[in-house]
């Protein structure tokens, strides 16, 4: 890995090293050409300067799309973690549903559960965001804190959580809304962000 990292560094090197040898052999051999050979001091510094910001600039550009890249990625990351609870919750309630029963406490807990880790893996994605990104994705991520608190009030705040509750398809209509509104908010986050 340190090796390959390093082939592009060494082959320009030697690219120069041979072009240098060849330049200061060329005269000797073809009269045609004819360089001074008397170099001053201050035009072997500007070439010195030169040499070195041609390898600083695109090595240091190069690191700085690397970082951001790698932020990018683990933002991805961080959203992709939150759709995947979101898609546990909406597939609890879509089992519940297939049962044809009353949602048992136990099932009401995990739902619970499951919006806990929902609302902690939204709340590190979006602190995570405003401490890089805060004024280009403000927007964007006070729709999602919007859209996720409309879920959690939509699925937590109503009948499903009343005892001998079965669901129904007009609870499974506003669960599908609330549901969409959310994971399309947290597909914006990341789209918006690849844009940066």
């Known amino acids: 890995m340190f090796l390959k990292s390093k082939i592009p560094f060494i082959i320009t090197l030697m690219l120069g090293i041979i072009i240098g040898f060849i330049i ?18 201050g035009e072997l510094s500007n070439i010195l300067v030169t040499i070195i910001l041609a390898l600083i600039i695109p090595i240091s550009i190069n690191k700085w799309i690397d970082d951001n890249k790698s932020i990018k990625s683990l933002f991805s990351y961080e959203i992709d973690a939150s759709l995947n609870s979101l898609k546990d919750i909406k597939d609890l309630i879509d089992i519940c549903y297939d049962s044809g029963l009353a949602v048992q406490d136990g099932q009401k807990n995990k739902i619970n559960f499951m919006f806990k880790v929902l609302d902690n893996r939204v709340a590190f994605m979006v602190e995570r965001i405003n401490s890089k990104y805060k004024q280009e ?28 509750y079965i ?6 209509r506003r669960h599908a809304t609330a549901y969409v509104n959310l994971e399309n908010a947290l597909k914006r986050v990341k789209y918006e962000l690849n844009e940066f």
Do not use: H
């Not at 045609?32 to 170099?39: A, M």
């Not at 669901?167 to 499974?172: A, D, E, Y």
């Open 24 to 41: 200061s052999v060329a005269p000797d051999r073809f009269y045609l050409l004819s360089i001074e050979s008397k170099i001053s001091l």
């Open 137 to 164: 994705c403000q927007g964007v991520i006070a729709d999602v804190n919007g859209k996720n608190n409309t879920y959690w009030v939509t699925v937590t705040n109503g009948e499903l959580m009343t005892t001998g």
């Open 167 to 172: 669901i129904n398809s007009t609870f499974m």
